[in-house]
């Protein structure tokens, strides 16, 4: 749902402050003559007329809201000839707007430039009028017609690249609509505009919201989604689509990711935190169709190891037994019972409650038994404690990784001495490599972990081989400009830390094949970064490792779906021993409304 942070005094001294930083374009000379919306919004993103009174703007009502961020939208009916400059514009009234759709009116006020999320987040600002006084001249008015956004509509190109001396920013760069999705859409923030049936690539989220493609051949998979392969690929059809009615008046409707929203929906193109440049349905589609389905991964075979990794999202034993027996079904059913199951995001045994509670016996006992229960095995855990409130993640949950195994199938090989602070190290045991510690953590007090999960390492054998399985969980995109940023390429300062620690990790790696070099080692578990990032190809150096995902086609390569695009954060890779194995990205979650986890489980099956 749209932002519900009242747009105050505080906001006009954020823009205030944008303003000396030079991220908004301002002018002092406008006069507060009539002018048309046009002449507000400019041919770039900033107008030209911020921090100026205007008086008696013209227009037609094309959209209310009532919560969140109350006003309306409303649009000149006589356009100009510049495909640049956008015909509508947000009126901020902070309180419930006595305007309907379909009003002729004129606004006076003060145009502004709001950018959701603060100037710190590196979004684009909305220009509005702010403080307005409305004159509401006639009702019933003809809305001006939409502009249907489409697959030829939109450009092929993201958007242009800022430049050393803007700090990358794009902010006083001209519009180029025919050139660039962002200005194209720039240009119509404000404006009432469709799109027709249209794939659904991001499935509804619990803020009534989803995402729509208007260009069903971009970087389509079978599934239904639109795969993200690279930071110059954003996949410019993507938009997201929400509604006008409060939920309470008209429930959003629930769509998984292949399913179609049929028919036209139309209404106002606004501008949100959370998602950019968003449609805010005034009339919506029908849900059509019949989507992804929750997929199953075939069982491993008597001679084949099968090792997975699964982020369950905070799971702590005051989750209801339901969220216990989805996940276990999954394991069970749609992972087929894997011998090594790595789990990320355990909470301690009373979940985000902080009181120093750092053990998760209560957590992997209430799980082990659900797997029983769904007919799945008995399974063993290992983990490490953490310190408390040292490894980031929920207040007072103290999530790790822990190490489920099958000891019907696999053993653990038990190295005393582990715990949150010591560090496990590369050893020789009978020629093979091995663990001082097992199970272990990685290089604790390397500041690459800071406020972040430490690896897991574990010793297994399978059929007499030993298997070295190191569980991770890298550090957030937290922080992170979006794809709809002001600066292009978008700052994504998160990467630093998850550089660090990848580097640590192939430096392990790299210990354990100086011992020896045929040894089956497996990184694993929410690396939270893409199979082409700069993080996997730390990961990879000097060919410790191989992101087995790179094994699918393209279009499979997806464990999350964020914003429309399906993406790569879950990741297992090989040491070069692990040279024949058969991979799955095993799609049960990300693409679906309703979800016991927002990633989808990994499964690497080989033969040690």
């Given at each position: ?319 209801p037994q339901e969220k216990f027996d989805a996940l276990a079904g999954a394991v069970v059913n749609n992972l087929s019972s894997p ?270």
């Amino acid at each position: 749902m749209p932002s519900s942070v009242p747009r105050t005094a505080a906001v006009s001294a954020l823009v205030a402050t944008a303003l000396a930083a030079g991220l908004l374009a301002g002018s002092s000379s406008a006069s507060a003559a009539e002018v048309r919306i046009s002449g507000i919004q400019g041919s770039g993103r900033i107008s030209p007329l911020v921090g100026t009174p205007v008086a008696d703007v013209p227009g037609i009502v094309t959209g209310v809201r009532t919560y969140g961020s109350r006003g309306f939208w409303f649009q000149d009916p006589n356009p100009d000839r510049d495909a640049a400059t956008s015909e509508g514009i947000f009126v901020f009234t902070n309180a419930v707007p006595a305007v309907a759709v379909g009003d002729s009116v004129k606004v006076s006020g003060t145009v502004t430039e709001y950018v959701p999320g603060g100037a710190a987040s590196g979004n684009q600002s909305l220009t509005q009028i702010s403080s307005p006084k409305i004159t509401v001249v006639s009702s019933g008015n003809e809305l001006p017609a939409p502009v249907t956004i489409s697959a030829k509509s939109v450009p092929a190109a993201y958007a242009p690249k800022g430049t050393a001396a803007t700090g990358n920013s794009i902010n006083g760069l001209q519009l180029k609509p025919r050139s660039y999705a962002l200005d194209y859409y720039e240009s119509l923030e404000g404006m009432n505009v469709r799109v027709g049936t249209s794939r659904v690539v991001g499935a509804t989220d619990p803020y009534s919201e989803l995402w729509v493609t208007v260009k069903p051949s971009e970087n389509a998979n079978r599934r239904g989604g639109t795969v993200y392969g690279g930071y110059d690929d954003q996949n410019t059809g993507r938009i997201q689509i929400q509604q006008l009615a409060p939920v309470a008046e008209r429930p959003f409707p629930k769509a998984d990711v292949g399913d179609v929203l049929s028919g036209s929906t139309e209404g106002p193109l606004d501008f949100n935190q959370f998602g950019g440049y968003t449609l805010t349905a005034r009339t919506l589609g029908e849900v059509t169709g019949d989507g992804a389905k929750p997929e199953t991964t075939r069982a491993q075979r008597r001679d084949e190891l099968a090792v997975a990794t699964y982020n369950v999202e905070n799971l702590d034993p005051s989750d209801p037994q339901e969220k216990f027996d989805a996940l276990a079904g999954a394991v069970v059913n749609n992972l087929s019972s894997p011998d090594i199951l790595a789990l990320e995001e355990i909470q301690d045994d009373n979940g985000a409650t902080d009181d120093g509670t750092v053990s998760a016996d209560a957590t992997i006992a209430k799980f082990t038994a659900a797997i029983v229960a769904a007919g799945g095995p008995a399974y063993e855990a290992r983990t490490v404690d953490p310190e408390n409130k040292t490894d980031g993640g929920e207040p007072g949950g103290n999530i790790r990784q822990v190490f489920l195994f099958n000891p019907e199938r696999v053993s653990f090989t038990d190295r005393a001495g582990g715990d949150a602070t010591t560090a496990t190290e590369a050893v020789s045991e009978g020629g093979h490599a091995a663990l001082s510690l097992s199970p272990g953590r990685i290089d604790p007090a390397n500041a690459a972990w800071k406020d972040s999960r430490k690896p897991l390492a574990g010793e297994f054998t399978f059929r007499g081989e030993p298997v070295i399985v190191i569980a991770n969980h890298f550090a957030s995109k937290g922080g992170d400009e979006s794809l709809v940023s002001h600066h292009q390429p978008p700052t994504r300062i998160s990467e630093a830390q998850r550089h660090l620690q990848a580097k640590s990790v192939n430096a392990f790696v790299k210990d354990l094949l100086a011992v020896q070099k045929k040894a089956n080692v497996l990184v694993v578990g929410d690396i939270n970064d893409f199979e082409f990032s700069t993080t996997t190809k730390t990961l990879t150096a000097g060919g410790a490792l191989y992101p087995a995902i790179k094994s699918l086609p393209a279009p499979e390569r997806y464990s999350y779906v964020y914003q429309g695009n399906s993406q790569v954060l879950d990741q297992i890779l090989t040491s070069p021993a692990v040279d024949d194995f058969d991979y799955d990205s095993v799609h049960i979650n990300a693409e679906f409304a309703d979800q016991n986890s927002d990633h989808d489980p990994q499964v690497l099956r080989f033969r040690p």
